[in-house]
């Protein structure tokens, strides 16, 4: 798969093409393999609850009339992190026509950052970094909570998918729980899992996820 761009090119990834590490996905999800990965379209099959009481299903049944930045602004919770996208001027790229899938973190997660780390990323000189790190949340196509789980048991109980800023997600099963993990070794915990929106899915976290500065 071309490594994406530092540079938020999402006008480009307006396809539902995944690219995951080592394994292969059928069911409801067509894929194609290459010599180094394999590139996964994901069906909008119904959604499921999976994994019982630890991955939640949001229990949308009718189609989505919000976009993810309509749905993150009505839902209280994460409103440091609709503040960090209309910072980084990424509000017109995430009401597009996607799909994507995004990792959510819940206000508590961004507290839990050092003392004035998100005052400092809301500076107007700080918005390319603060690009990079939500971003990092961000993956181009439509995954639900139960294809990452199928995913990671089939490869070993881990899965990696790369992100829209060219990082690299780690989703790892443990039992019943499902945790991301960023290129750091941060650790987030998925809270709620498959928010339908009309362009895309969200997935409710626990904590920021971390791209490595200075990565070139």
């Known amino acids: 798969m071309t490594t994406l761009s530092k540079t938020l090119r999402i006008a480009a990834l307006s396809t539902a093409s995944l690219a995951f ?25 119904h959604q499921t609850t999976v994994m019982g009481a630890t991955i939640q299903n949001a229990g949308y049944k009718k189609k989505a009339k919000k976009n993810i930045v309509e749905t993150a602004v009505a839902t209280e919770s994460l409103s440091t992190l609709v503040a960090a996208v209309k910072a980084a001027d ?21 507290a839990a950052l050092p003392a004035g780390t998100v005052e400092t990323l809301l500076k107007p000189e700080n918005k390319a970094q603060l690009t990079g790190i939500l971003t990092a949340h961000v993956v181009a196509g439509k995954l639900k909570a139960k294809d ?37 070794g941060g650790v987030a915990g ?24 200075g990565k070139s």
């Open 21 to 45: 590490a080592g394994t292969a996905f059928a069911g409801d999800c067509s894929s194609t393999k290459t010599a180094s990965s394999t590139y996964i379209k994901t069906a909008n099959a």
């Open 190 to 213: 998925v809270a709620l899992a498959d928010v339908k929106t009309s362009n895309g899915v969200v997935h409710v976290v626990d904590s920021v996820l971390l791209p490595i500065q």
């Open 148 to 184: 990452i789980v199928k995913l990671a048991k089939e490869n070993g109980g881990s899965v990696s998918v790369e992100t829209v800023s060219g990082d690299t997600l780690t989703a790892v099963l443990n039992g019943d729980t499902l945790t991301v993990r960023d290129e750091n």
């Open 90 to 110: 990424l509000v017109g790229t995430l009401s597009g026509e996607g799909p994507f899938t995004v990792f959510a973190p819940v206000n508590d997660a961004f």
